[in-house]
């Protein structure tokens, strides 16, 4: 079949061309009475359930064609949201597994502040129970007494030094542990133990409460313009005093759990010497622990008097001293009459 020249080619293809112009022409002309032409719309009518066809007076251009598929992902995609549940876990995997360039710049500012800001998310302190972190003084007696067992039951290794110098290495309750074990395997080593056994020794009592007391009126002022028992001068010595206040209180009740009478009555008069010498404050409230103090010797005194056995010289001395004390509390007066009592029944 024989190809048409390439002249008349041309010809075919400009007479196409030339024959659409008018068709496109039409479109963009404008009616006789100066409107442009109407652009029909296919509404649904809710009513009879049909289609509407509505004229809108809008040129065509004004009608946006169909989107492309590429507009169409574009338009899909959308702006990125925060979701509505943050995970620091979450966001640290997304912050690794996406690339340098996914990350949205940082934009630099011209001042500079002096916050620092955190690179990386504050996590939150997951805790069963808040009242683990403020334990109640029960909790802790219940909890040292088996950490203390365990410390004390640890085997030691055995050194050859004297056995004098390895019993000052150990603390009261170990000495009291290793007695009573060697009581329970023989029976008779503890009638023994207590025919050798001495009185206490109050010495090293005193002296901490001689130490104590001097404490007391260090912390008072020097100028002999200004007076050493007012509400000032109490301020400065409170803590000293309260620390005296419990010496007295403590070493008492050690000596009555040991049940050696003699030497509780030993420390009664003994302390209340050092009581007395404390400063008499000018507020009353400021000397609640001197009272205090008289109080619970003058308890230990009749603890004594009623669980021990004295004689007619004993109680005549006793006397003596019960008297000397009896100016500085009221609560001896209890003890003196324990006393009559105990001298009828000899």
């Not at 003084?137 to 950490?147: A, L, T």
């Not at 007695?179 to 002296?207: C, F, T, W």
């Not at 409170?238 to 030993?266: D, I, Y």
Request: proline share 9%; net charge positive.
């Amino acid at each position: 079949m024989n190809t048409p020249p390439p002249e008349q080619q041309n010809r075919r293809s400009t007479r196409s061309a030339l024959a659409e112009i008018p068709t496109r022409l039409g479109m963009l002309s404008v009616s006789e009475n100066g409107h442009l032409p109407s652009i029909t719309a296919i509404v649904p009518n809710s009513n009879t359930g049909g289609l509407w066809n509505v004229s809108l007076n809008l040129p065509s251009s004004y009608v946006s064609p169909s989107p492309s598929p590429d507009e169409m992902v574009i338009q899909q995609r959308g702006r990125r949201h925060v979701p509505a549940t943050w995970s620091p876990d979450v966001e640290q995997n997304k912050q690794n597994g996406m690339s340098t360039r996914d990350r949205t710049p940082v934009k630099a500012s011209p001042v500079k502040s002096t916050i620092v800001l955190r690179s990386t998310p504050r996590k939150r302190l997951l805790l069963s129970d808040p009242k683990e972190l403020f334990p109640t003084p029960e909790k802790c007696r219940k909890v040292s007494p088996n950490s203390k067992k365990c410390r004390t039951e640890k085997p030691s290794s055995h050194s050859s030094s004297p056995l004098q110098a390895a019993l000052k290495g150990l603390s009261q309750d170990q000495l009291i542990d290793i007695i009573q074990q060697l009581v329970d395997k023989h029976m008779d080593l503890g009638e023994e133990i207590k025919e050798i056994m001495p009185a206490p020794d109050i010495r090293p009592l005193e002296e901490q409460l001689s130490y104590l007391k001097k404490n007391i009126f260090k912390s008072l002022p020097n100028s002999r313009l200004t007076s050493k028992t007012d509400s000032p001068a109490y301020s400065r010595a409170a803590t000293h005093v309260l620390a005296f206040k419990k010496c007295v209180l403590e070493q008492g009740r050690q000596l009555v759990e040991s049940q050696h009478w003699g030497s509780v009555l030993e420390y009664v008069f003994l302390a209340w010497t050092y009581v007395r010498g404390t400063p008499l404050w000018d507020n009353p409230p400021h000397n609640a622990a001197r009272r205090q103090c008289f109080k619970s010797l003058a308890a230990q005194c009749m603890t004594a008097l009623k669980k021990g056995t004295w004689s007619t010289e004993e109680c005549d001395r006793l006397q003596e001293k019960l008297e000397r004390c009896a100016p500085d509390s009221e609560d001896i007066q209890a003890c003196m009459k324990q006393l009559s009592v105990l001298r009828k029944k000899l």
